[in-house]
């Protein structure tokens, strides 16, 4: 018999919430990728963990006896059992350090490599230990494509169970089995990858969506026919009534008492109520179809491109980067409707390009000359997301409302977006994004605009930024979203940029 991994009537709420994160949750994982889909904060995180054993649910039990091993979704601290990993010359080891190009030294200074260095760190030590269950965490995220697809070769190697949270789209149609998206009724699992996964889902929306449909006219034409039988109903009855008929008048009495006799006159009153139970099995039927709500909208109301055509202009310069490496930049100039890619391999210098990019911003705005610019991070501290949070609190009514509905065509729910102690950061960007929307900024700059990002929330981010009217400049790894929001690309690679 295969290995399994069973979570049974799991259910957990974090102390500071309003309402279960995880509500009577069964799920079996079976040997083999499962990918968990589901939008931010919709608990994908809080799962995974209890199915390692690193969170205890507040009811319900998790199969036990199995090792776990876990890549978080941040890279902040070195994994468990990297200096272990380190020392270890044997095959097994030597192998994954090949695989992930991993240097001999960069396990002993964790903290000086870049979130993409980190990353890889942490999966090979995971692999490594060689767990029964490997949970990983938006394992793609800050890795360039390179990266990604060791990554992906890597984890296909893995023959225990493995639980997938990722956003990334081609790596959960390479890995995955099976999806067990979080849904408003619950986890729904469906065979295949992503892409099959989707696929039926939306079959299904569309079914439910017309299933819908039918169920609304079926309700108005029996509510309008039960409405006719009931006036019938009526009418028998005020020919039944012996009231208002002349008291010598036999024939018309005679009539009454041959309907009551028959029963023709209570026809019409049990046809009306046989109606109420059929209008009432209608209702049912249409309370039951749900159709998962979407939102749409336009997150660009009253958005517009700078007046000026140019928005920022690059001198032709060399810059340092790296310790000892230098960036050489030709002139660039970005238009005030230009949307911008900036791709290369992790170590390459996209971020030192980024800091020249906001220095030169920088300067014009100290001489009169700078425009409004929404500079999105790649990572934001825990000070400036206290004080994100801070401030979309305090706005006033009509603009927190604004906020908060432009956080809703993004793909998060509004009502718990605010809510104390389990802002995710996938949900963190989006508000920095709403909110920076309240400035109608003419540049959007962002710098892996999609970690952390749910599949969902990345769909609804692709159509915002491709609709901007204003000038983007994005850094990502994600050719699929870059693809799709952006018609220029800037390449860094080997100390040059070029445009391609």
Sequence with gaps: MSMQLVLSGVSYAYPAAREAVINNVTITFPTGWTALLGDNGCGKTTLARIACGLLQPDAGSVTRGLVCSYVAQDADEPPEGLADFALDYGRDARELREAFRIADDMPWRFSELSFGER?????????????????????????????????????????GI????SHD??????????????????????PGGYSAAHDQAELERSAAAAERANAK?????????????????????ARRSKRNLDPRDRDAKGKIDLAVYTGKDGQAGRLSSQMDARVAAAQERLAAVRVQKRYDGDLWMDAEPAR??????????????????????????????????????????????????????ANAADAGLGVEVLDIPQELPAAARDALVARVSDLAPSERGRVL???????????????????????????????????????????????????????ALERALAAYPGALLLVSHDRRFLSACTSRTWEVRDGHLTEK
Excluded: Y
């Excluded at 493995?162 to 949270?165: E, F, K, P, T």
């Design 119 to 159: 990353k890889k760190l942490q999966v090979a030590a995971a692999l490594w230990s060689r767990p029964d269950v490997l949970v990983a965490d938006e394992p793609t995220n800050h890795l360039d494509a390179d990266a990604r697809a060791e990554l992906t070769v890597a984890l296909a190697r893995f023959r």
């Design 162 to 165: 493995g639980i997938l949270v």
């Design 169 to 190: 789209r081609d790596l959960v149609d390479a890995l995955a089995t099976r999806c067990a998206s979080f849904e408003p009724g619950g986890i729904v699992v469906r």
């Design 217 to 237: 006219r079926e309700l108005a034409r029996l509510s309008a026919e039960k409405d006719k039988r009931a006036h019938e109903a009526a009418r028998a009855d």
């Design 308 to 361: 000026r055509r140019t928005v920022l202009h690059v001198p032709a310069a060399t810059i340092p980067c790296g310790p000892e490496g230098t960036l050489e930049l030709p002139e660039l100039w970005v238009g005030n409707t230009d949307h911008v890619g900036i791709v290369g391999p992790n170590g390459a210098g996209k971020s030192t390009l980024l800091a020249h990019l906001r220095v030169l911003l």
């Design 405 to 459: 509905s432009s956080v809703a065509q993004l793909n998060s729910d509004p009502d718990r977006i605010l809510e104390g102690g389990r802002t995710s950061p996938g949900e963190l960007r989006k508000l920095m994004l709403a909110e920076g929307i309240l400035r109608r900024p003419v540049l959007i700059v962002m710098d892996e605009p999609t970690n952390h990002l749910d599949l969902h929330s990345t769909e």
